[in-house]
């Protein structure tokens, strides 16, 4: 059987770029399609909470231009998984609004499909009742008051609103928070071919050529599935992919490497054989999808956490840095004995001191050291940005002349490189919902929505 | 010999923002038995290296089609939550680099 897919991966995240030399090699094998994952919750809680982009706009853009460019004239459809970072309402029409731009550059206009993944509160709220939420992991069980501080609950979808997309004639597909390897595995899914093989495939294709060596986030990557296995190969002719690099990349931000799960299922490992074709490419079989009984989706959400300031200083007398530890404790009861009126509960007080533990916390092993200088991050999180900001200069003020045993240095215990010295950041957040929901069909959660968009 | 000596590829990222998962990577087959065989990475060993309860180890996998050993353990906090010190996980795996690996 000769028949193949192939999937051009330009990039590991939306926005962090590709050399168009790589691009264009990739083009050049005639794929089936272009797909990327622009999304993750690596960066951490702010950007789901707050509806905006860790990504930058032109980057994103400069990305787009490039593959729906290369999509429409190919007449091959052009997938983008998690838009705007995270994949919420916001992030989806934040990218909606670059790719009409790109058209509108191109002029030209488009079928896009755009997936929405929000999980309105009421209905997980409902399924917390039902029974049907579970924690995924080591993380607190879900309560309605989680649900409902959330700015955002979002639904990782799998492959088969993508595929719905698809059929519907879609020639881009942009979705809110999605399974990373469905965009990469509905073009070889909905063509017939396995899906265990396809989603393994787009695991691996959703970093791009950051399972080459040398590896790197920004550089392309071209898969190609059939009846028995599939082929990697990166695209550009620094880099190669190797049975340990394409291996290895199993692991990466994994728990287990053996059982990956996913929406409807878990990719098994177990029978996984990894070949050497040539110096460039491996190949991949034996990958096996064990369907769960009951499809399951994976819900994330943030949750304001309060408003943050910050100040930075730096401190080099060594007989302070001797007593650090005593004198910041000092130096916090000051703070609460001076505004007695503050409850204690509406305020966070931190000390992060650089050069010793600052990196590792509760973590370091190697407590002991003294270092020659340290840095200092005086940070606060309270119920109101005002009252992060009295914390903060209070606590900064009260540090810089504090009276320590044994000061010679009167003038000042703090070294700051900035004026003003403290930063007031607005509001943070904190993961709220990572916990998984069965559902009764893979595609309800998802609503699609298919428009011309464009020149008119 | 040191740990740093033996793998090729020593790290720590987030597997979601409430486990921390450690890779360490081997060149060759023999190199990868060796650290397997001196349990310097075990579940107890781990616990008591970063100072915390070996029920937080969550896992100890020797994955040999990547000739690796993963170790994932619970997050202290959830990524980026009050008194994070690294949002993405990646520099908490320097007190592995120099783990005694006996001869």
Same mark, same amino acid.
């Given at each position: 059987?000769?028949?193949?897919?192939?999937?051009? *991966?330009?990039?590991?995240?939306?926005?962090?770029?590709?050399?168009? *030399?790589?691009?264009?090699?990739?083009?050049?094998?005639?794929?089936?399609?272009?797909?990327?994952?622009?999304?993750?919750?690596?960066?951490?809680?702010?950007?789901?909470?707050?509806?905006?982009?860790?990504?930058?706009?032109?980057?994103?853009?400069?990305?787009?231009?490039?593959?729906?460019?290369?999509?429409?004239?190919?007449?091959?459809?052009?997938?983008?998984?998690?838009?705007?970072?995270?994949?919420?309402?916001?992030?989806?029409?934040?990218?909606?609004?670059?790719?009409?731009?790109?058209?509108?550059?191109?002029?030209?206009?488009?079928?896009?499909?755009?997936?929405?993944?929000?999980?309105?509160?009421?209905?997980?709220?409902?399924?917390?009742?039902?029974?049907?939420?579970?924690?995924?992991?080591?993380?607190?069980?879900?309560?309605?008051?989680?649900?409902?501080?959330?700015?955002?609950?979002?639904?990782?979808?799998?492959?088969?609103?993508?595929?719905?997309?698809?059929?519907?004639?879609?020639?881009?597909?942009?979705?809110?928070?999605?399974?990373?390897?469905?965009?990469?595995?509905?073009?070889?899914?909905?063509?017939?071919?396995?899906?265990?093989?396809?989603?393994?495939?787009?695991?691996?294709?959703?970093?791009?050529?950051?399972?080459?060596?040398?590896?790197?986030?920004?550089?392309?990557?071209?898969?190609?599935?059939?009846?028995?296995?599939?082929?990697?190969?990166?695209?550009?002719?620094?880099?190669?992919?190797?049975?340990?690099?394409?291996?290895?990349?199993?692991?990466?931000?994994?728990?287990?490497?053996?059982?990956?799960?996913?929406?409807?299922?878990?990719?098994?490992?177990?029978?996984?054989?990894?070949?050497?074709?040539?110096?460039?490419?491996?190949?991949?079989?034996?990958?096996?999808?064990?369907?769960?009984?009951?499809?399951?989706?994976?819900?994330?959400?943030?949750?304001?956490?309060?408003?943050?300031?910050?100040?930075?200083?730096?401190?080099?007398?060594?007989?302070?840095?001797?007593?650090?530890?005593?004198?910041?404790?000092?130096?916090?009861?000051?703070?609460?004995?001076?505004?007695?009126?503050?409850?204690?509960?509406?305020?966070?007080?931190?000390?992060?001191?650089?050069?010793?533990?600052?990196?590792?916390?509760?973590?370091?092993?190697?407590?002991?050291?003294?270092?020659?200088?340290?840095?200092?991050?005086?940070?606060?999180?309270?119920?109101?940005?005002?009252?992060?900001?009295?914390?903060?200069?209070?606590?900064?003020?009260?540090?810089?002349?504090?009276?320590?045993?044994?000061?010679?240095?009167?003038?000042?215990?703090?070294?700051?490189?900035?004026?003003?010295?403290?930063?007031?950041?607005?509001?943070?957040?904190?993961?709220?919902?990572?916990?998984?929901?069965?559902?009764?069909?893979?595609?309800?959660?998802?609503?699609?929505?298919?428009?011309?968009?464009?020149?008119? | 010999?040191?740990?740093?000596?033996?793998?090729?590829?020593?790290?720590?990222?987030?597997?979601?923002?409430?486990?921390?998962?450690?890779?360490?990577?081997?060149?060759?087959?023999?190199?990868?038995?060796?650290?397997?065989?001196?349990?310097?990475?075990?579940?107890?060993?781990?616990?008591?290296?970063?100072?915390?309860?070996?029920?937080?180890?969550?896992?100890?996998?020797?994955?040999?089609?990547?000739?690796?050993?993963?170790?994932?353990?619970?997050?202290?906090?959830?990524?980026?939550?009050?008194?994070?010190?690294?949002?993405?996980?990646?520099?908490?795996?320097?007190?592995?680099?120099?783990?005694?690996?006996?001869?």
């Amino acid at each position: 059987m000769n028949h193949s897919i192939s999937i051009l *991966s330009p990039t590991a995240i939306l926005g962090y770029g590709f050399p168009e *030399s790589s691009f264009e090699a990739g083009l050049a094998r005639n794929p089936d399609a272009i797909a990327v994952d622009a999304g993750s919750t690596d960066p951490g809680p702010y950007y789901l909470g707050s509806g905006e982009s860790f990504t930058n706009r032109e980057a994103v853009k400069r990305d787009l231009t490039l593959m729906i460019k290369a999509g429409l004239e190919r007449e091959i459809p052009v997938l983008i998984g998690t838009a705007g970072g995270s994949g919420a309402r916001p992030h989806l029409q934040w990218c909606l609004e670059v790719i009409d731009e790109v058209l509108c550059d191109l002029n030209r206009n488009a079928r896009v499909a755009e997936i929405a993944s929000d999980q309105d509160q009421d209905s997980v709220i409902n399924a917390l009742h039902a029974g049907r939420i579970s924690a995924l992991g080591p993380v607190p069980q879900l309560t309605e008051e989680a649900i409902t501080n959330s700015t955002y609950i979002v639904a990782q979808m799998g492959v088969e609103p993508v595929i719905d997309a698809l059929e519907q004639g879609a020639q881009i597909v942009v979705t809110g928070r999605c399974y990373d390897p469905a965009v990469f595995a509905a073009v070889p899914i909905r063509a017939g071919l396995s899906e265990a093989l396809s989603l393994h495939m787009g695991k691996i294709l959703e970093c791009a050529a950051i399972a080459a060596v040398p590896g790197s986030g920004s550089d392309c990557m071209l898969g190609v599935v059939d009846a028995s296995g599939f082929t990697l190969e990166a695209l550009s002719s620094e880099r190669r992919c190797t049975v340990t690099s394409v291996a290895a990349h199993t692991l990466y931000e994994k728990t287990d490497p053996r059982f990956l799960p996913g929406p409807g299922g878990v990719l098994d490992l177990t029978a996984c054989h990894f070949e050497q074709l040539d110096e460039r490419r491996v190949r991949v079989t034996g990958t096996q999808l064990q369907k769960s009984e009951r499809y399951t989706i994976k819900l994330e959400g943030s949750q304001p956490a309060g408003f943050r300031t910050i100040s930075i200083a730096g401190i080099r007398a060594p007989d302070l840095i001797e007593q650090l530890d005593a004198v910041l404790l000092a130096v916090r009861e000051r703070v609460f004995t001076n505004f007695q009126s503050i409850d204690q509960a509406d305020v966070q007080l931190l000390f992060r001191v650089y050069g010793k533990n600052g990196v590792m916390g509760e973590l370091e092993p190697c407590r002991e050291q003294l270092p020659h200088e340290v840095g200092l991050v005086i940070e606060v999180v309270a119920k109101t940005q005002s009252l992060a900001d009295t914390v903060c200069s209070f606590a900064r003020s009260t540090l810089l002349h504090f009276g320590y045993p044994g000061r010679q240095s009167t003038a000042g215990n703090l070294a700051f490189p900035y004026s003003p010295s403290d930063i007031s950041h607005g509001v943070v957040y904190e993961f709220s919902v990572y916990h998984l929901m069965t559902v009764d069909d893979p595609l309800s959660p998802f609503p699609i929505q298919i428009k011309v968009r464009g020149v008119t | 010999m040191k740990l740093s000596d033996l793998a090729t590829v020593i790290r720590s990222k987030n597997a979601g923002p409430f486990e921390l998962t450690f890779d360490v990577l081997f060149a060759t087959h023999d190199d990868f038995e060796r650290a397997v065989k001196s349990e310097v990475l075990s579940a107890n060993k781990f616990a008591a290296l970063f100072h915390i309860p070996v029920s937080d180890v969550l896992s100890v996998v020797e994955f040999e089609p990547a000739l690796a050993i993963k170790v994932t353990i619970k997050r202290a906090r959830s990524s980026g939550a009050f008194g994070e010190t690294d949002v993405y996980g990646a520099q908490q795996h320097a007190p592995l680099l120099s783990l005694d690996i006996p001869d």
